[in-house]
Protein backbone atom coordinates (compact mmCIF):
# COMPACT_ATOMS: atom_id res chain seq x y z
CA UNK A 1 0.00 0.00 0.00
CA UNK A 2 1.42 3.68 -0.58
CA UNK A 3 0.61 6.94 1.46
CA UNK A 4 -2.09 9.09 -0.19
CA UNK A 5 -0.20 13.00 0.07
CA UNK A 6 -0.87 16.62 -0.39
CA UNK A 7 -0.35 16.58 -4.11
CA UNK A 8 -3.27 14.27 -4.92
CA UNK A 9 -1.55 11.55 -5.87
CA UNK A 10 -0.22 8.09 -4.03
CA UNK A 11 3.29 7.25 -3.30
CA UNK A 12 5.00 4.31 -2.23
CA UNK A 13 5.29 3.34 1.55
CA UNK A 14 9.19 3.57 1.70
CA UNK A 15 11.73 4.83 -0.30
CA UNK A 16 15.78 3.68 -0.39
CA UNK A 17 18.17 6.45 -1.11
CA UNK A 18 21.55 5.21 -3.21
CA UNK A 19 24.66 5.95 -2.58
CA UNK A 20 27.60 5.34 -4.31
CA UNK A 21 30.64 3.44 -2.30
CA UNK A 22 34.00 1.69 -3.56
CA UNK A 23 32.67 -1.28 -3.95
CA UNK A 24 29.49 -0.66 -5.57
CA UNK A 25 28.97 2.73 -7.74
CA UNK A 26 26.71 2.99 -10.99
CA UNK A 27 28.23 5.76 -13.36
CA UNK A 28 25.98 7.94 -15.24
CA UNK A 29 27.42 9.57 -18.37
CA UNK A 30 27.03 12.82 -21.05
CA UNK A 31 24.73 11.74 -24.03
CA UNK A 32 25.90 13.92 -26.92
CA UNK A 33 23.88 15.76 -29.05
CA UNK A 34 25.77 18.78 -30.22
CA UNK A 35 28.44 19.15 -28.15
CA UNK A 36 32.17 18.32 -26.31
CA UNK A 37 31.81 15.55 -23.81
CA UNK A 38 35.35 16.98 -22.57
CA UNK A 39 33.49 20.38 -21.37
CA UNK A 40 31.51 18.55 -18.70
CA UNK A 41 34.80 16.95 -17.27
CA UNK A 42 32.47 13.98 -16.45
CA UNK A 43 33.71 11.53 -13.42
CA UNK A 44 32.75 9.49 -10.62
CA UNK A 45 34.69 9.95 -7.18
CA UNK A 46 34.31 6.22 -6.55
CA UNK A 47 35.40 5.12 -10.09
CA UNK A 48 38.83 7.66 -9.50
CA UNK A 49 39.13 6.67 -5.79
CA UNK A 50 39.22 2.85 -6.90
CA UNK A 51 41.97 3.38 -9.22
CA UNK A 52 44.12 5.86 -7.00
CA UNK A 53 46.66 4.75 -4.88
CA UNK A 54 46.64 5.89 -0.95
CA UNK A 55 45.92 9.48 -0.23
CA UNK A 56 46.39 10.72 -4.04
CA UNK A 57 44.81 14.07 -4.52
CA UNK A 58 43.06 13.52 -7.86
CA UNK A 59 41.62 16.44 -8.62
CA UNK A 60 37.65 15.72 -9.90
CA UNK A 61 36.33 19.83 -9.92
CA UNK A 62 38.09 22.66 -11.02
CA UNK A 63 37.35 26.09 -11.03
CA UNK A 64 40.20 28.64 -11.19
CA UNK A 65 42.36 27.80 -8.63
CA UNK A 66 39.43 26.19 -6.42
CA UNK A 67 39.60 22.20 -6.65
CA UNK A 68 37.83 19.09 -5.42
CA UNK A 69 40.10 16.15 -4.67
CA UNK A 70 38.97 12.80 -5.02
CA UNK A 71 41.37 10.92 -1.60
CA UNK A 72 41.89 6.97 -1.66
CA UNK A 73 41.86 7.03 2.33
CA UNK A 74 43.71 3.83 2.86
CA UNK A 75 46.06 3.48 6.01
CA UNK A 76 47.54 6.56 7.50
CA UNK A 77 48.42 9.68 5.38
CA UNK A 78 51.14 12.46 5.79
CA UNK A 79 50.73 15.27 8.33
CA UNK A 80 49.47 18.09 5.79
CA UNK A 81 48.94 21.60 6.05
CA UNK A 82 47.19 24.53 4.90
CA UNK A 83 47.09 28.13 5.00
CA UNK A 84 43.38 28.65 4.54
CA UNK A 85 40.07 26.31 5.71
CA UNK A 86 39.57 22.67 3.75
CA UNK A 87 37.10 20.88 4.50
CA UNK A 88 37.26 17.03 3.79
CA UNK A 89 33.63 14.91 3.30
CA UNK A 90 33.51 11.70 4.05
CA UNK A 91 31.60 9.70 0.76
CA UNK A 92 33.02 6.28 1.70
CA UNK A 93 33.98 4.11 5.25
CA UNK A 94 34.91 5.56 8.09
CA UNK A 95 38.23 8.13 8.17
CA UNK A 96 39.79 9.48 11.71
CA UNK A 97 40.92 13.26 11.38
CA UNK A 98 43.57 14.08 14.22
CA UNK A 99 44.61 18.01 14.30
CA UNK A 100 47.09 20.19 15.84
CA UNK A 101 47.49 23.63 16.27
CA UNK A 102 50.88 24.53 14.45
CA UNK A 103 53.34 26.91 16.65
CA UNK A 104 54.71 27.71 13.47
CA UNK A 105 53.72 27.04 10.32
CA UNK A 106 55.79 26.87 6.94
CA UNK A 107 53.79 28.45 5.14
CA UNK A 108 52.90 32.70 4.32
CA UNK A 109 49.51 33.72 5.33
CA UNK A 110 48.27 33.89 1.61
CA UNK A 111 49.77 30.52 0.17
CA UNK A 112 47.00 28.61 -1.82
CA UNK A 113 46.59 24.53 -1.37
CA UNK A 114 47.86 22.28 1.09
CA UNK A 115 51.30 20.85 1.41
CA UNK A 116 52.98 17.86 3.01
CA UNK A 117 54.98 18.15 6.62
CA UNK A 118 58.05 16.57 7.23
CA UNK A 119 57.90 14.32 10.10
CA UNK A 120 55.65 14.99 13.19
CA UNK A 121 53.81 18.42 13.48
CA UNK A 122 55.23 20.80 16.98
CA UNK A 123 52.36 22.03 18.59
CA UNK A 124 49.23 21.44 20.50
CA UNK A 125 46.89 18.85 20.03
CA UNK A 126 43.52 20.36 19.45
CA UNK A 127 41.43 16.64 18.95
CA UNK A 128 40.04 13.82 16.94
CA UNK A 129 37.04 13.59 14.75
CA UNK A 130 35.49 10.34 13.56
CA UNK A 131 33.90 10.91 10.26
CA UNK A 132 31.46 8.01 8.38
CA UNK A 133 30.28 8.28 4.97
CA UNK A 134 28.42 12.00 4.87
CA UNK A 135 30.26 13.31 7.96
CA UNK A 136 32.35 17.10 6.68
CA UNK A 137 35.27 18.18 8.65
CA UNK A 138 36.69 21.54 9.38
CA UNK A 139 40.59 21.38 8.20
CA UNK A 140 40.91 24.97 10.12
CA UNK A 141 43.62 27.15 8.53
CA UNK A 142 47.03 27.13 10.23
CA UNK A 143 46.59 23.19 11.54
CA UNK A 144 48.14 20.37 11.07
CA UNK A 145 46.15 16.67 10.29
CA UNK A 146 46.46 13.41 9.43
CA UNK A 147 43.84 11.17 8.33
CA UNK A 148 43.68 7.90 9.08
CA UNK A 149 41.11 4.81 7.17
CA UNK A 150 41.90 1.22 8.72
CA UNK A 151 39.39 -0.16 5.11
CA UNK A 152 39.64 1.59 1.88
CA UNK A 153 37.86 4.78 2.40
CA UNK A 154 37.03 7.84 0.05
CA UNK A 155 36.83 11.59 1.07
CA UNK A 156 35.88 14.47 -1.12
CA UNK A 157 38.37 17.61 0.01
CA UNK A 158 37.35 21.12 -0.62
CA UNK A 159 40.59 22.93 -1.15
CA UNK A 160 42.84 25.25 -3.54
CA UNK A 161 45.51 23.68 -6.18
CA UNK A 162 48.71 22.99 -4.11
CA UNK A 163 52.05 21.34 -5.25
CA UNK A 164 50.06 17.81 -4.84
CA UNK A 165 47.00 17.91 -6.91
CA UNK A 166 46.91 15.79 -9.65
CA UNK A 167 45.08 16.73 -12.84
CA UNK A 168 44.10 13.01 -14.73
CA UNK A 169 41.45 14.50 -16.94
CA UNK A 170 41.86 12.81 -19.87
CA UNK A 171 42.63 9.62 -17.77
CA UNK A 172 39.38 10.24 -15.53
CA UNK A 173 37.23 12.07 -17.63
CA UNK A 174 34.37 10.51 -20.05
CA UNK A 175 35.96 12.03 -23.33
CA UNK A 176 33.14 10.99 -26.30
CA UNK B 1 16.24 53.34 2.24
CA UNK B 2 14.71 50.24 3.49
CA UNK B 3 12.75 47.24 1.82
CA UNK B 4 9.61 48.73 3.01
CA UNK B 5 10.65 52.28 1.76
CA UNK B 6 10.76 51.07 -2.05
CA UNK B 7 7.99 51.75 -3.54
CA UNK B 8 6.04 48.69 -5.70
CA UNK B 9 3.70 49.80 -8.63
CA UNK B 10 0.68 47.60 -7.84
CA UNK B 11 -3.28 47.49 -8.50
CA UNK B 12 -4.83 49.66 -5.85
CA UNK B 13 -7.48 46.93 -5.57
CA UNK B 14 -7.54 43.24 -6.17
CA UNK B 15 -8.85 42.18 -9.46
CA UNK B 16 -12.18 39.44 -9.93
CA UNK B 17 -10.10 36.67 -8.57
CA UNK B 18 -8.72 38.78 -5.62
CA UNK B 19 -5.42 39.09 -6.90
CA UNK B 20 -3.14 42.34 -7.38
CA UNK B 21 -1.49 43.49 -10.60
CA UNK B 22 1.82 44.63 -11.00
CA UNK B 23 3.93 46.89 -12.82
CA UNK B 24 7.53 46.78 -13.08
CA UNK B 25 9.29 48.96 -15.30
CA UNK B 26 7.49 48.54 -18.93
CA UNK B 27 6.53 44.88 -17.89
CA UNK B 28 2.98 44.23 -16.11
CA UNK B 29 1.95 41.17 -13.96
CA UNK B 30 -1.77 39.75 -13.63
CA UNK B 31 -2.90 36.39 -12.35
CA UNK B 32 -5.90 34.64 -12.47
CA UNK B 33 -7.29 30.97 -11.12
CA UNK B 34 -4.69 29.22 -13.37
CA UNK B 35 -2.05 31.36 -15.00
CA UNK B 36 -0.05 34.78 -14.57
CA UNK B 37 0.10 36.76 -17.63
CA UNK B 38 3.06 38.73 -18.06
CA UNK B 39 2.93 41.60 -21.01
CA UNK B 40 6.00 44.18 -21.87
CA UNK B 41 5.81 46.79 -24.60
CA UNK B 42 6.38 44.61 -27.70
CA UNK B 43 4.12 41.26 -26.65
CA UNK B 44 2.95 39.35 -23.63
CA UNK B 45 3.30 35.64 -22.57
CA UNK B 46 1.04 33.35 -20.44
CA UNK B 47 2.26 30.84 -17.79
CA UNK B 48 1.03 28.35 -15.45
CA UNK B 49 0.35 30.04 -11.93
CA UNK B 50 2.43 26.89 -10.71
CA UNK B 51 5.42 27.00 -12.64
CA UNK B 52 5.49 30.62 -12.53
CA UNK B 53 5.14 31.04 -8.77
CA UNK B 54 7.87 27.58 -8.15
CA UNK B 55 10.19 30.05 -10.62
CA UNK B 56 9.30 33.15 -8.89
CA UNK B 57 10.54 31.85 -5.32
CA UNK B 58 13.84 30.44 -6.43
CA UNK B 59 14.71 33.72 -8.64
CA UNK B 60 13.98 35.65 -4.91
CA UNK B 61 15.02 33.24 -2.68
CA UNK B 62 18.49 33.45 -4.77
CA UNK B 63 18.44 36.96 -4.98
CA UNK B 64 18.66 36.77 -8.83
CA UNK B 65 21.31 33.42 -8.69
CA UNK B 66 24.54 33.76 -10.60
CA UNK B 67 23.74 34.44 -14.16
CA UNK B 68 20.27 33.88 -15.88
CA UNK B 69 17.33 32.67 -14.21
CA UNK B 70 14.93 31.53 -17.13
CA UNK B 71 11.43 31.27 -15.94
CA UNK B 72 11.09 29.37 -18.91
CA UNK B 73 12.05 29.95 -22.97
CA UNK B 74 10.94 33.54 -22.59
CA UNK B 75 10.50 35.14 -19.61
CA UNK B 76 13.44 35.45 -16.82
CA UNK B 77 15.75 38.04 -15.18
CA UNK B 78 19.75 38.29 -15.75
CA UNK B 79 21.26 39.07 -12.66
CA UNK B 80 24.51 41.86 -13.11
CA UNK B 81 25.04 41.52 -8.70
CA UNK B 82 23.69 45.50 -8.39
CA UNK B 83 21.01 45.74 -11.04
CA UNK B 84 19.07 43.14 -12.77
CA UNK B 85 18.06 42.59 -16.68
CA UNK B 86 14.38 41.69 -16.65
CA UNK B 87 13.57 40.04 -20.18
CA UNK B 88 11.37 38.61 -22.72
CA UNK B 89 12.01 36.97 -25.23
CA UNK B 90 16.24 37.79 -25.25
CA UNK B 91 17.50 34.02 -25.07
CA UNK B 92 15.12 32.79 -27.38
CA UNK B 93 15.78 32.19 -31.10
CA UNK B 94 12.49 33.02 -32.42
CA UNK B 95 11.81 36.15 -30.56
CA UNK B 96 14.95 37.65 -31.19
CA UNK B 97 14.84 37.02 -35.14
CA UNK B 98 11.40 38.46 -34.91
CA UNK B 99 12.63 41.50 -32.74
CA UNK B 100 10.14 41.13 -30.29
CA UNK B 101 12.54 40.35 -27.38
CA UNK B 102 12.48 43.10 -24.98
CA UNK B 103 14.61 43.84 -22.00
CA UNK B 104 15.02 46.60 -19.08
CA UNK B 105 17.52 46.92 -16.50
CA UNK B 106 16.70 48.09 -13.26
CA UNK B 107 18.02 48.49 -10.13
CA UNK B 108 17.72 45.09 -7.81
CA UNK B 109 16.51 46.25 -4.52
CA UNK B 110 13.34 47.65 -7.19
CA UNK B 111 13.00 44.08 -9.04
CA UNK B 112 13.65 42.38 -5.20
CA UNK B 113 10.82 44.05 -4.04
CA UNK B 114 8.57 43.77 -6.69
CA UNK B 115 9.13 40.03 -7.01
CA UNK B 116 8.23 39.25 -3.30
CA UNK B 117 5.43 41.49 -3.70
CA UNK B 118 3.71 39.30 -6.38
CA UNK B 119 5.13 36.58 -4.37
CA UNK B 120 3.27 37.18 -1.53
CA UNK B 121 -0.11 38.03 -2.70
CA UNK B 122 -0.17 35.51 -5.53
CA UNK B 123 0.95 32.62 -3.16
CA UNK B 124 -2.55 30.98 -0.98
CA UNK B 125 -2.35 29.32 2.12
CA UNK B 126 -2.58 26.07 0.42
CA UNK B 127 0.48 25.95 -2.03
CA UNK B 128 4.47 25.73 -0.75
CA UNK B 129 6.69 26.89 -3.88
CA UNK B 130 9.39 25.12 -2.24
CA UNK B 131 7.74 21.76 -2.13
CA UNK B 132 7.69 19.12 -4.25
CA UNK B 133 4.52 18.42 -5.90
CA UNK B 134 3.40 15.35 -3.49
CA UNK B 135 3.97 18.12 -0.46
CA UNK B 136 1.69 20.77 -1.11
CA UNK B 137 -1.75 21.40 -2.49
CA UNK B 138 -2.46 23.23 -5.38
CA UNK B 139 -1.97 27.07 -6.24
CA UNK B 140 -4.82 27.36 -8.23
CA UNK B 141 -7.84 29.09 -7.88
CA UNK B 142 -9.22 32.25 -6.34
CA UNK B 143 -7.26 34.09 -3.81
CA UNK B 144 -7.60 32.39 -0.32
CA UNK B 145 -4.83 33.56 2.44
CA UNK B 146 -1.67 33.78 2.17
CA UNK B 147 1.71 31.52 2.90
CA UNK B 148 4.49 34.14 3.72
CA UNK B 149 5.95 31.74 6.73
CA UNK B 150 6.30 29.32 3.51
CA UNK B 151 7.50 31.77 0.90
CA UNK B 152 10.03 33.86 3.15
CA UNK B 153 11.97 31.40 4.62
CA UNK B 154 15.53 32.66 5.86
CA UNK B 155 18.58 31.63 3.53
CA UNK B 156 20.98 29.62 5.09
CA UNK B 157 24.46 30.45 4.35
CA UNK B 158 26.88 29.05 6.62
CA UNK B 159 29.99 31.51 7.10
CA UNK B 160 32.29 28.72 7.53
CA UNK B 161 30.95 25.47 8.45
CA UNK B 162 27.13 24.30 9.25
CA UNK B 163 27.35 23.66 13.13
CA UNK B 164 30.87 25.95 14.03
CA UNK B 165 30.09 28.27 17.07
CA UNK B 166 28.09 31.35 15.75
CA UNK B 167 27.44 29.84 12.69
CA UNK B 168 24.61 27.78 10.52
CA UNK B 169 23.02 25.64 13.29
CA UNK B 170 22.57 21.89 11.80
CA UNK B 171 18.65 20.70 11.58
CA UNK B 172 17.03 18.26 14.21
CA UNK B 173 13.41 17.94 14.95
CA UNK B 174 13.56 19.96 17.58
CA UNK B 175 14.44 23.10 15.76
CA UNK B 176 11.82 22.57 13.29
CA UNK B 177 13.45 20.03 10.72
CA UNK B 178 11.80 16.47 10.37
CA UNK B 179 13.39 13.97 8.28
CA UNK B 180 11.58 13.98 4.49
CA UNK B 181 9.99 10.80 3.96
CA UNK B 182 12.04 9.50 1.90
CA UNK B 183 15.19 10.04 2.88
CA UNK B 184 14.12 8.39 6.41
CA UNK B 185 16.77 5.43 6.07
CA UNK B 186 19.72 8.11 5.97
CA UNK B 187 21.91 7.73 8.99
CA UNK B 188 21.21 10.19 11.24
CA UNK B 189 25.11 9.69 13.64
CA UNK B 190 26.75 12.47 13.86
CA UNK B 191 30.89 12.60 13.99
CA UNK B 192 32.51 11.40 17.15
CA UNK B 193 34.50 14.88 18.30
CA UNK B 194 37.03 14.98 20.65
CA UNK B 195 37.98 18.60 20.95
CA UNK B 196 40.64 19.73 23.51
CA UNK B 197 39.82 22.54 25.63
CA UNK B 198 40.04 25.71 23.90
CA UNK B 199 39.87 24.33 20.16
CA UNK B 200 36.22 23.74 20.67
CA UNK B 201 35.11 26.69 17.69
CA UNK B 202 37.56 24.55 15.06
CA UNK B 203 37.48 20.86 15.85
CA UNK B 204 34.16 21.17 14.12
CA UNK B 205 32.21 18.44 11.94
CA UNK B 206 28.54 17.51 11.17
CA UNK B 207 26.63 15.05 9.13
CA UNK B 208 25.89 16.59 5.63
CA UNK B 209 23.74 13.90 4.47
CA UNK B 210 21.54 14.10 8.05
CA UNK B 211 21.32 17.78 7.15
CA UNK B 212 20.18 17.51 3.63
CA UNK B 213 17.76 14.36 4.80
CA UNK B 214 16.07 17.25 6.70
CA UNK B 215 15.50 19.45 4.32
CA UNK B 216 11.96 21.54 3.57
CA UNK B 217 12.70 22.72 0.39
CA UNK B 218 13.81 21.66 -2.82
CA UNK B 219 16.55 22.85 -5.63
CA UNK B 220 17.56 25.32 -3.29
CA UNK B 221 21.61 25.26 -3.32
CA UNK B 222 22.56 26.63 0.29
CA UNK B 223 26.21 27.15 1.65
CA UNK B 224 27.39 24.83 3.89
CA UNK B 225 31.14 25.76 3.57
CA UNK B 226 33.37 28.10 2.34
CA UNK B 227 37.06 28.22 1.25
CA UNK B 228 37.46 31.16 0.10
CA UNK B 229 35.41 31.74 -2.37
CA UNK B 230 34.76 27.83 -2.77
CA UNK B 231 31.14 27.50 -2.01
CA UNK B 232 29.25 24.06 -0.87
CA UNK B 233 26.30 24.87 -1.98
CA UNK B 234 24.61 21.00 -1.75
CA UNK B 235 20.83 21.11 -2.33
CA UNK B 236 17.49 18.40 -1.96
CA UNK B 237 16.18 17.47 -5.38
CA UNK B 238 12.67 16.43 -6.60
CA UNK B 239 11.02 16.83 -9.97
CA UNK B 240 11.71 19.25 -12.04
CA UNK B 241 14.04 22.23 -11.66
CA UNK B 242 11.50 24.61 -11.39
CA UNK B 243 13.89 27.93 -13.49
CA UNK B 244 16.28 26.76 -16.54
CA UNK B 245 19.59 28.20 -15.05
CA UNK B 246 21.66 30.06 -17.54
CA UNK B 247 25.33 30.04 -16.79
CA UNK B 248 27.82 33.08 -16.36
CA UNK B 249 30.62 31.07 -14.91
CA UNK B 250 31.00 27.58 -14.85
CA UNK B 251 29.42 25.55 -11.84
CA UNK B 252 30.13 21.53 -10.66
CA UNK B 253 27.64 19.53 -9.35
CA UNK B 254 28.40 16.16 -7.53
CA UNK B 255 25.52 13.78 -7.23
CA UNK B 256 25.42 12.66 -3.65
CA UNK B 257 22.66 10.04 -3.39
CA UNK B 258 20.23 8.39 -6.25
CA UNK B 259 20.11 10.33 -9.61
CA UNK B 260 19.14 13.59 -11.67
CA UNK B 261 18.75 13.86 -15.19
CA UNK B 262 20.00 17.51 -16.99
CA UNK B 263 18.65 18.41 -19.95
CA UNK B 264 21.47 21.58 -21.26
CA UNK B 265 21.04 23.58 -23.98
CA UNK B 266 22.68 26.58 -25.60
CA UNK B 267 22.55 29.32 -23.27
CA UNK B 268 21.37 32.39 -25.98
CA UNK B 269 19.47 30.09 -28.26
CA UNK B 270 17.86 26.98 -26.49
CA UNK B 271 19.33 24.34 -28.61
CA UNK B 272 19.84 21.19 -27.17
CA UNK B 273 23.92 20.35 -26.31
CA UNK B 274 23.43 17.13 -24.88
CA UNK B 275 21.73 15.01 -21.94
CA UNK B 276 23.47 14.69 -18.35
CA UNK B 277 22.86 11.23 -16.38
CA UNK B 278 24.26 11.99 -12.72
CA UNK B 279 24.23 9.23 -10.14
CA UNK B 280 25.67 9.01 -6.84
CA UNK B 281 29.29 9.80 -6.86
CA UNK B 282 29.27 11.13 -10.66
CA UNK B 283 30.94 14.66 -11.05
CA UNK B 284 30.22 17.26 -13.90
CA UNK B 285 31.02 20.85 -14.73
CA UNK B 286 28.06 22.74 -16.03
CA UNK B 287 29.96 25.15 -18.97
CA UNK B 288 29.40 28.94 -18.67
CA UNK B 289 27.74 29.10 -22.14
CA UNK B 290 24.82 26.73 -21.70
CA UNK B 291 21.64 26.73 -19.49
CA UNK B 292 20.03 23.64 -17.95
CA UNK B 293 17.28 22.18 -16.01
CA UNK B 294 17.35 18.96 -13.83
CA UNK B 295 14.89 16.22 -13.62
CA UNK B 296 14.73 13.92 -10.20
CA UNK B 297 12.44 11.33 -10.09
CA UNK B 298 13.30 10.57 -6.37
CA UNK B 299 14.38 13.32 -3.81
CA UNK B 300 18.08 13.21 -4.34
CA UNK B 301 21.07 15.09 -2.59
CA UNK B 302 22.85 17.31 -5.17
CA UNK B 303 26.14 19.28 -4.17
CA UNK B 304 26.26 22.46 -6.14
CA UNK B 305 29.58 23.75 -6.06
CA UNK B 306 30.29 27.39 -6.97
CA UNK B 307 32.97 29.99 -7.45
CA UNK B 308 31.88 33.19 -5.75
CA UNK B 309 34.54 35.10 -7.18
CA UNK B 310 33.28 38.47 -8.97
CA UNK B 311 35.78 38.13 -11.46
CA UNK B 312 34.93 35.08 -13.06
CA UNK B 313 31.70 36.37 -14.96
CA UNK B 314 33.92 39.52 -16.83
CA UNK B 315 36.37 36.94 -17.56
CA UNK B 316 34.30 34.57 -18.91
CA UNK B 317 32.46 37.30 -20.93
CA UNK B 318 35.99 38.87 -22.03
CA UNK B 319 36.87 35.35 -23.75
CA UNK B 320 40.11 35.74 -20.76
CA UNK B 321 38.82 32.84 -19.73
CA UNK B 322 37.11 30.02 -21.23
CA UNK B 323 33.26 28.71 -20.62
CA UNK B 324 34.82 25.22 -20.05
CA UNK B 325 36.72 24.66 -16.69
CA UNK B 326 39.57 22.14 -17.63
CA UNK B 327 41.76 21.54 -21.09
CA UNK B 328 42.66 17.93 -21.61
Known amino acids: MGNPVRGGGVERSAYTTVFGSLDHFDKGAVELINDDARHYAFSNVFDVASKSKPWEKVAVAKNFEYVLEAI ?6 AWRTAAHDEFALCMDGTVTVELVKLETSPLPADAEGSIALEGEPTGARMGVIQLTRGHQALLPAGAAYRFTASSPSVLLQQTITGPDTQQRWAEICQTN | MTA ?5 NQSTEPNAEGY ?3 SLGEFHFRRDEYFAYIGWPTGNHIMSVDAFLRALQRDVAWDFFYGIVNFDGVFGTVNHYGTVDIFAGRYNDSYRKAELDYSENLETPSIRQTFKSILSDWTNESFDPFASPHETGAPFGIKSGSNDAAVTRRRVAAKRIVS ?12 G ?14 PVIEAEPGFESEVVAFNLFAYLSRSDVTWNPSVVSAC ?6 PTTEEYILPIIHGNDRVEWFVQLSDEI ?14 RVLMKAGDVAAMPADIRHQGYSPKRSMLLVW ?10 IASGQAPTYPVEF
Do not use: Y
Request: with cysteine.
Open chain 1, 72 to 77: RAEGQS
Open chain 2, 4 to 8: TDIPV
Open chain 2, 20 to 22: HEF
Open chain 2, 164 to 175: APGDEEIRTDEN
Open chain 2, 177 to 190: FPINRMFLDVDQSE
Open chain 2, 228 to 233: KDSLFC
Open chain 2, 261 to 274: TWEVEDRDTGAVRS
Open chain 2, 306 to 315: ENNSSKVPEL
